[in-house]
């Protein structure tokens, strides 16, 4: 199974599965705050490559009891209430969608942030699942040279400087220089990691 952010890397992906005809399930989190531009993307597999992407959404209870208490932006006040924002938008319709999986695909790159620099390309995510990144030694020119090449579906906001797209209160564009993905939770200081690929 494909899990898919949607970001250029991971639509590079599901163009290889499709293209090589895989029968590969894709997946992806709705978290409630994505940009319209990042959903826009789920017809667009459909349309381009005939697939349907599963798409997994947090507890809606969970997400107002959560927004009763801490309000709308919660992830500006604290690190640990942005982590906490994190596990019930993210890490929990994670944790369902690799409930009973024994492998997964991602689109990390090495080259991405520091905290990636040693991405494998095949190894154990801590829970038993073979966890595959099988362009973790890519370049950013290299993805978007495999993007023009087979003509790829991608959001339209990484034209607007933003390499690394997540949540809309969580990404703002970066400057020239700044690391992949600075442009994620620029307000901390912190690794820029939300928990879906955190080392065991």
Known sequence: MQSSSLGVEDMVITDL????QLPIAISTLDTGKLHAETLALLPRIHERYGRDVEVFKPVADAVIQFVAREGEEPMYKSIELRKACCGIRKMEPLGRML???SAWITGLRREQSG?????????DDGNNRR????IADWTWAEVWA???KYDVPYN?????????IGCAPCTRAIAVGEDFRAGRWWWEDSTKECGLHAKS
């Open 17 to 20: 599965i499709a293209r090589t």
């Open 99 to 101: 409930k009973g999986r």
């Open 115 to 123: 905290a990636r620099g040693d991405v494998a390309f095949d190894e």
């Open 131 to 134: 966890k595959i990144s099988p």
């Open 146 to 148: 495999y993007v023009e």
């Open 156 to 164: 339209p906001l990484h034209d607007q400087f933003m390499p690394s």
